[in-house]
């Protein structure tokens, strides 16, 4: 379907975006579901420039203890989003949210990644029995 400037923007007009995530705590409590996978699973949350949600997209699920993620799969439903932001979660089956070193490697190359794109990675949250944000912790520079 081919739709002109003047019909795509009556669209994007009447779309209704999701909660407004501002902190840790907002992005644990949006994704709460999660935390009862019995899998890995990584998320990447398209925001609009008022940090509204514009969608949420499962973007790997993996094993009990690990999952893919690639930076083409994390930031392709976004660049169709049109977002301006996204914020990364995965959660820990076990409980614990400490980040293995692998999620701060993957965390720095999307961060990386997004700044090529445009698109400014505003947080990971790892969701276990509580949560932890790798930038509140200050392990990734965001």
Request: net charge negative; with cysteine.
């Amino acid at each position: 379907m081919v739709l002109t400037l003047q019909t795509e923007l009556a669209v994007r007009e009447t779309t209704e975006y999701g909660p407004k995530l501002i902190k840790p705590d907002d992005v644990a409590e949006y994704l709460r579901d999660m935390k009862l996978m019995t899998q890995e699973a990584f998320v990447v949350i398209g925001l609009n420039a008022k940090n509204c949600v514009i969608n949420k997209h499962l973007v790997s699920i993996g094993t009990v203890s690990s999952t893919l993620v690639h930076p083409r799969e994390c930031f392709k439903p976004v660049l169709l989003d049109c977002a301006s932001s996204v914020i990364l979660a995965h959660n820990h089956p076990s409980g614990d949210p400490t980040p293995s070193a692998e999620d701060i490697k993957i965390t720095r190359q999307l961060v990386s990644a997004g700044e090529v794109l445009g698109i400014r990675v505003l947080d990971h949250v790892i969701l276990g029995s509580d949560h932890l944000s790798l930038k509140e912790a200050g392990l990734v520079k965001f």
